[in-house]
């Protein structure tokens, strides 16, 4: 357990951004909640009720507050080898557990805004078998566990699935998100809905399915369709896995979705077991003496983008031992980078990762752009693609279940970068890409 614990150090919380002066002003505003306007008989027992009220408030804002202040404490003893049942998320940034002693749950989610850490949205999780809080303040009082479930990414399936839950799902976004073999079968019988995505979401679809949560993808890129489902009275469950800086902290939010199906346990447990694994194979590459030069991405019109390269996989390269040459540069909308920038240097780059997902050789790549020759990756055949593990429809597993495998992701890597360090390792996400005909044939 301690090699787990030492590498948590930077895993510091930060889950309240709220001042906690403002959550008192809530507090206090809150308790005009309770009284009729222009009423005052029965004061005394809306007096009581009102102190009784602020008694709860002030309990969850000390719960919030001291999960932020505490959290440089927390993240020392945990490094020293300390009790960690004292903190259940190490190294996820967007959302916060907390156990009230009334049997309920408080999440916070770290909703951003634009590329920024935004407001916090909370859920108060009540067991079906629990009365609500009489004061749940601005929560969203989520009954658990849950019975049905929209989702958008195969990720989100995956987890579910994982969690022993996938007859709770009721609706996906389609299939061009989710790879599943069979929720396309189910889709394809009719027993799943098809909801749509983020700008295209078919809300009369959902109001017809009226799930206890849909648990929607949250981006970098700003939206008002999120506003949208709560007018409309759905319970939107924001899911930001792909805005983590570290690939354990994207896994990790299998104890988000865990807490709302009371598999707490089970997620924990399952986390702990690919934590393990991966920081077993992170001490493969901690002697390097050189870490060779990587881009991600492809040119798509007029312009060089890095999607897919989410901040927790660019961690990931660092981890195997890879300089990312992009790292550092500025992106609009998140992953959109200057051609020249990229282009320059992609004729530097001793690998190239994760390029136009349907190409499957050398020969493919230049038929979407010729400039490619020119890249040194390219005439050294050092360009590896991460769609070589494909379910039976032939769509990509990647996505939507490589992120719960990060070990085997950061082994594919390492021997990629340094294949002398995994010598007898076999690629399961990642294909070589080799020529089909001679390159000098295609570069002339």
Known sequence: ??????????????????????????????LNLGKSKGAKAGGSMNRYRRVAAFRMVILLVVIVCFSSCAGKENASSVEEGGDRHGRNVFYAERFS??????????IQVKVPKGERIGIEYTYLLVPDDKAVPEYSGDARVIRTPLKSVTCETGFQVT???MLDSFDAIKGVSGKRRVGHDRV???????????????????????????????????TSVSTDIFEEMIAYGLKPGFFCASLEKHPLGALEWIKFVGAFFEKDSLAAAIFEEKEQAYLDVLKTVRDIDRKPSVIAGYSRKGAWSTM???????????????????????????????????MD??????FWVNTHFRVTDLDGLLQEDERYGLFQCFR??????????????????????????????LEDLISIFHPDLLPDHTLKYYRHLQKSVPVSEKTQ
């Open 1 to 30: 357990m301690p090699n787990l614990l030492r590498y948590r150090e930077f895993a510091v919380d930060h889950y309240s951004g709220i001042p906690c002066t403002l959550h008192l002003r809530h507090a206090r505003q809150s």
């Open 97 to 106: 557990i907390t156990r009230l002693d009334d049997g309920s749950t408080l």
């Open 159 to 161: 987890l579910i699935g």
């Open 184 to 218: 396309h079968r189910m889709i394809d019988k009719g027993e799943l809905a098809v909801t749509g995505f983020m700008r295209g979401l078919n809300m009369e679809t959902l109001l017809k399915l009226d799930p206890d949560l849909s648990f929607v993808n949250v």
């Open 308 to 342: 897919g390269s989410s901040r927790w996989f660019v961690a990931m390269l660092d981890h195997a031992g890879g300089d990312y040459l992009f790292k550092g540069q500025k992106l609009d909308r998140g992953h959109i980078l200057s051609h020249e920038v990229a």
């Open 345 to 350: 240097a992609g004729m530097q780059a001793d």
């Open 380 to 409: 050294n055949r050092t360009v590896y693609n991460n769609n070589n593990y494909r379910f039976d429809n032939g769509r990509n597993r990647f996505w939507d279940e490589g992120m719960t495998e990060p070990h085997l992701l």
